[in-house]
């Protein structure tokens, strides 16, 4: 391939490094700072033109169009960025602040001023919905009438968040309300071309994935038939059907951290209380869930000192008087600790409070706000601590159900399920015992590459135990998943804990689907899913399982989400194909022994083609659910692309990955070990997109963190 051949990829490898890095400057400055001096700027908007006019050339040039699969995939890709390009120049986006009964036409959009519409808008009423039993809001509604500018009606509507009202061209999204309950804050979005153009795009594009991945004359397919996979029909039914979404004991017992005795409530007398109904966290739940909570959230453990944690809580609101001098409140932060003169890690209530009553951390805090530092993160988690105890012990903590009957109650057997899942530890059993079996398996699979001939029936018992209890973690692992989302009502992929659940799973059923036709996917399963658990289970310091926010209760979010975290699974198992065949390529055979060489080439070659293979879906999925995605923000806010963070390494994720379909481009893919050295290193990206843009970065999408 010529150099002006190339002349798109180095445009996108422009575009990648600086919209990876434009978040990074976010983070310093502001996200204005870096739309209108970055996303917004006319110099980005032509790098982004001069990308695609050479990707038109280059496809004109290349006659791709006898291709068609491929061709209809790369023009997807220019419509979506034409109607980009469209919306940009076209669009305008502000909001409208209606007062009840007062009519109004003006809206406001940043940057640009006021404009009018050529309609007039009325709040008629506007109502605030709420969680059952409880003063946690589900839904805004605003109740609209529109009328032409001589006053006469021509519709009246109701807008709450996903329900949008369209007229002559202008989307109106609810987006806020005023404390009186009197006013109601609209979205307003005007964009007569690019929506259309974008939407057609996506629709190009779903259709040409589809096309290339069961085209005859495509990679994908080439990749299935080739030698180094054996029954590779059957590898394609199994990696399709495994992408589907799944779906103390008396009352004076010992003080712990005191020297002398402690009021406790007996177990017997707690034990009765686990399965009060009761209203935590805007849905009815048994009492057993907020003590666990309770209990974790301030000791980081279920229990303490050998008391439940009914025992912890129910004391605790009893015998504030007693309790408030336990040092049972965790502080990880030393320097927190040193700042407030503890000596060891926990604390007790009183221990923030000094001799004239004053809150310490109220001052403390003072002194660090805004500087987002590890010490105001410290004060903010131990100061929510401490309000929980205070919440506790003036009664606003634990809510029963109204006695007026107006929450239908839950069902024995649901109250059975949530006891079950809050007893078992699913995440620390799952993530220990998977963590031990695949690095055990990891490590019998490369002795058994490097020394084929040694390989004998105890290896082959160690696979074979491997294999069942795969099939066993990952039935465990689906009863847990199923559980939670009984319990909850929705399918749990509304939060960071949740979605590592579900990559967990993802990574099980794949490596179920394909370990018999590829022995090294088994330890990778284990492997991935237990690391993915270990991060799961150390962010389930504050578990929860909550109603949604009312702008997450959309159809778009489970398939949006499902979409995006079964490609970071798949591109998971690439990364270790990468890691195994690397591995294999560094510790050579002795030259004396041919037939041992062989099979190891033998072996590289496998991973190359089967990670080639898995290339496809996992590029693809990343893409759709990047699409999927976009439009879920449409209806939801008004917006198909904001820049977000998230967004923002999401693309990023997408077009390093691509970049590998493009060998002719960079024949230095051709080469298995460039190209799995790319693989592992590309999958920073996809760390940096989960974890990164949650725990450093955040932005819009910090509700998955």
Same mark, same amino acid.
């Given at each position: 391939?010529?150099?002006?051949?190339?002349?798109?990829?180095?445009?996108?490898?422009?575009?990648?490094?600086?919209?990876?890095?434009?978040?990074?400057?976010?983070?310093?400055?502001?996200?204005?700072?870096?739309?209108?001096?970055?996303?917004?700027?006319?110099?980005?908007?032509?790098?982004?033109?001069?990308?695609?006019?050479?990707?038109?050339?280059?496809?004109?040039?290349?006659?791709?169009?006898?291709?068609?699969?491929? &061709?209809?995939?790369?023009?997807?890709?220019?419509?979506?960025? =034409?109607?980009?390009?469209?919306?940009? !120049?076209?669009?305008?986006?502000?909001?409208?602040?209606?007062?009840?009964?007062?009519?109004?036409?003006?809206?406001?959009? #940043?940057?640009?001023?006021?404009?009018?519409?050529?309609?007039?808008?009325?709040?008629?009423?506007?109502?605030?919905?709420?969680?059952?039993?409880?003063?946690?809001?589900?839904?805004?509604?605003?109740?609209?009438?529109?009328?032409?500018?001589?006053?006469?009606?021509?519709?009246?509507?109701?807008?709450?968040?996903?329900?949008?009202?369209?007229?002559?061209?202008?989307?109106?999204?609810?987006?806020?309300?005023?404390?009186?309950?009197?006013?109601?804050?609209?979205?307003?979005?005007?964009?007569?071309?690019?929506?259309?153009?974008?939407?057609?795009?996506?629709?190009?594009?779903?259709?040409?994935?589809?096309?290339?991945?069961?085209?005859?004359?495509?990679?994908?397919?080439?990749?299935?038939?080739?030698?180094?996979?054996?029954?590779?029909?059957?590898?394609?039914?199994?990696?399709?059907?495994?992408?589907?979404?799944?779906? *103390?004991? /008396?009352?004076?017992?010992?003080?712990?951290?005191?020297?002398?005795?402690?009021?406790?409530?007996?177990?017997?007398? *707690?034990?009765?209380?686990?399965?009060?109904?009761?209203?935590?966290?805007?849905?009815?739940?048994?009492?057993?869930?907020?003590?666990?909570?309770?209990?974790?959230?301030?000791?980081?453990?279920?229990?303490?000192?050998?008391?439940?944690?009914?025992?912890?809580?129910?004391?605790?609101?009893?015998?504030?008087?007693?309790?408030?001098?336990?040092?049972?409140?965790?502080?990880?932060?030393?320097?927190?600790?040193?700042?407030?003169? !503890?000596?060891?890690?926990?604390?007790?209530?009183?221990?923030?409070?000094?001799?004239?009553?004053?809150?310490?951390?109220?001052?403390?805090?003072?002194?660090?706000?805004?500087?987002?530092?590890?010490?105001?993160?410290?004060?903010?988690?131990?100061?929510?601590?401490?309000?929980?105890?205070?919440?506790?012990?003036?009664?606003?903590?634990?809510?029963?159900?109204?006695?007026?009957?107006?929450?239908?109650?839950?069902?024995?057997?649901?109250?059975?399920?949530?006891?079950?899942?809050?007893?078992? #530890?699913?995440?620390?059993?799952?993530?220990?015992?998977? @963590?031990?079996?695949?690095?055990?398996?990891?490590?019998?699979?490369?002795?058994?590459?490097?020394?084929?001939?040694?390989?004998?029936?105890?290896?082959?018992?160690?696979?074979? *135990?491997?294999?069942?209890?795969?099939?066993?973690?990952?039935?465990?692992?689906?009863?847990?998943?199923?559980?939670?989302?009984?319990?909850?009502?929705?399918?749990?992929?509304?939060?960071?804990?949740?979605?590592?659940?579900?990559?967990?799973?993802?990574?099980?059923?794949?490596?179920?689907?394909?370990?018999? $036709?590829?022995?090294?996917?088994?330890?990778? %399963?284990?492997?991935?899913?237990?690391?993915?658990? @270990?991060?799961?289970?150390?962010?389930?310091?504050? #578990?929860?399982?909550?109603?949604?926010?009312?702008?997450?209760?959309?159809?778009?979010?489970?398939?949006?989400?499902?979409?995006?975290?079964?490609?970071?699974?798949?591109?998971?198992?690439?990364?270790? /194909?990468?890691?195994? *065949?690397?591995?294999?390529?560094?510790?050579?055979?002795?030259?004396?022994?041919?037939?041992?060489?062989?099979?190891?080439?033998?072996?590289?070659?496998?991973?190359?083609?089967?990670?080639?293979?898995?290339?496809?879906?996992?590029?693809? $999925?990343?893409?759709? %659910?990047?699409?999927?995605?976009?439009?879920?923000?449409?209806?939801?806010?008004?917006?198909?692309?904001?820049?977000?963070?998230?967004?923002?390494?999401?693309?990023?994720?997408? @077009?390093?990955?691509?970049?590998?379909?493009?060998?002719?481009?960079?024949?230095?893919?051709? +080469?298995?070990?460039?190209?799995?050295?790319?693989?592992?290193?590309?999958?920073? =990206?996809?760390? &940096?997109?989960?974890?990164?843009? +949650?725990?450093?970065?955040?932005?819009?999408?910090?509700?998955?963190?």
């Amino acid at each position: 391939m010529t150099s002006l051949n190339k002349l798109p990829f180095l445009f996108l490898i422009i575009i990648t490094v600086i919209i990876g890095a434009a978040t990074i400057v976010e983070d310093f400055y502001t996200t204005q700072f870096v739309i209108q001096h970055c996303y917004s700027a006319t110099w980005f908007r032509v790098l982004w033109i001069a990308a695609s006019a050479s990707a038109v050339w280059v496809i004109l040039k290349c006659k791709l169009w006898k291709r068609i699969e491929l &061709m209809l995939l790369h023009l997807s890709l220019l419509v979506i960025l =034409c109607g980009a390009l469209t919306t940009a !120049l076209t669009s305008s986006k502000g909001m409208i602040h209606l007062r009840q009964n007062q009519p109004e036409r003006i809206f406001n959009i #940043p940057e640009k001023g006021i404009e009018a519409l050529p309609f007039i808008l009325c709040l008629d009423s506007f109502r605030l919905e709420y969680y059952p039993g409880t003063d946690a809001p589900s839904d805004f509604v605003s109740y609209i009438t529109f009328t032409d500018t001589k006053g006469e009606r021509i519709k009246s509507t109701e807008i709450s968040m996903n329900n949008i009202s369209t007229l002559n061209g202008y989307r109106f999204y609810q987006s806020s309300y005023d404390e009186d309950y009197h006013g109601s804050w609209l979205t307003v979005n005007y964009d007569p071309w690019g929506t259309g153009i974008t939407y057609t795009g996506y629709v190009l594009l779903a259709f040409s994935m589809f096309m290339t991945l069961i085209s005859r004359k495509e990679n994908f397919r080439r990749l299935l038939r080739h030698p180094a996979l054996k029954r590779g029909s059957a590898f394609l039914v199994g990696l399709l059907v495994c992408l589907q979404p799944c779906l *103390a004991e /008396n009352a004076e017992s010992e003080a712990a951290g005191t020297d002398r005795p402690l009021a406790v409530i007996k177990a017997a007398q *707690a034990e009765k209380f686990k399965s009060r109904q009761i209203i935590y966290n805007d849905r009815v739940a048994p009492l057993n869930t907020l003590a666990r909570d309770f209990t974790r959230k301030l000791t980081g453990s279920n229990s303490f000192r050998g008391l439940s944690a009914e025992q912890v809580m129910i004391s605790w609101m009893l015998y504030p008087e007693e309790w408030q001098h336990v040092k049972m409140i965790k502080i990880k932060s030393e320097q927190l600790r040193m700042t407030l003169g !503890l000596e060891d890690e926990f604390a007790s209530f009183a221990d923030f409070f000094d001799e004239k009553g004053n809150y310490r951390l109220s001052k403390l805090y003072e002194t660090c706000r805004g500087s987002h530092s590890k010490l105001e993160k410290a004060i903010r988690e131990t100061d929510e601590k401490v309000g929980i105890l205070l919440m506790l012990t003036n009664g606003t903590l634990i809510k029963p159900l109204p006695e007026d009957n107006s929450v239908k109650p839950l069902s024995d057997n649901k109250i059975k399920a949530e006891l079950i899942y809050n007893s078992i #530890p699913f995440s620390k059993i799952l993530f220990m015992f998977n @963590l031990t079996a695949g690095l055990l398996l990891f490590f019998t699979m490369l002795y058994t590459m490097l020394n084929s001939r040694k390989a004998g029936a105890y290896t082959r018992w160690i696979y074979a *135990a491997g294999s069942y209890s795969l099939y066993a973690v990952t039935l465990f692992h689906l009863v847990g998943y199923c559980l939670r989302w009984y319990i909850s009502g929705t399918l749990p992929l509304t939060n960071g804990f949740e979605t590592m659940q579900f990559v967990a799973l993802c990574a099980l059923l794949i490596s179920c689907a394909l370990h018999r $036709m590829f022995r090294f996917t088994l330890p990778f %399963g284990f492997i991935l899913s237990g690391f993915i658990l @270990l991060v799961s289970y150390l962010g389930e310091i504050n #578990p929860q399982i909550t109603p949604l926010m009312p702008v997450l209760v959309s159809p778009w979010l489970s398939s949006h989400v499902s979409m995006i975290m079964i490609s970071y699974s798949l591109f998971a198992f690439i990364m270790l /194909n990468g890691v195994t *065949a690397l591995c294999l390529m560094m510790c050579r055979n002795k030259p004396k022994d041919p037939e041992a060489e062989r099979n190891r080439h033998e072996r590289i070659e496998t991973l190359t083609v089967l990670s080639r293979l898995m290339l496809y879906p996992a590029t693809f $999925m990343l893409a759709a %659910g990047i699409f999927l995605g976009a439009v879920w923000a449409n209806v939801s806010w008004g917006s198909y692309w904001s820049w977000d963070a998230k967004e923002v390494w999401a693309l990023v994720t997408m @077009l390093v990955y691509g970049f590998a379909f493009h060998r002719s481009a960079f024949p230095a893919f051709r +080469n298995p070990k460039t190209f799995h050295i790319y693989m592992v290193v590309a999958f920073l =990206c996809v760390i &940096m997109t989960y974890f990164g843009v +949650n725990y450093w970065l955040g932005g819009m999408h910090s509700y998955a963190g």
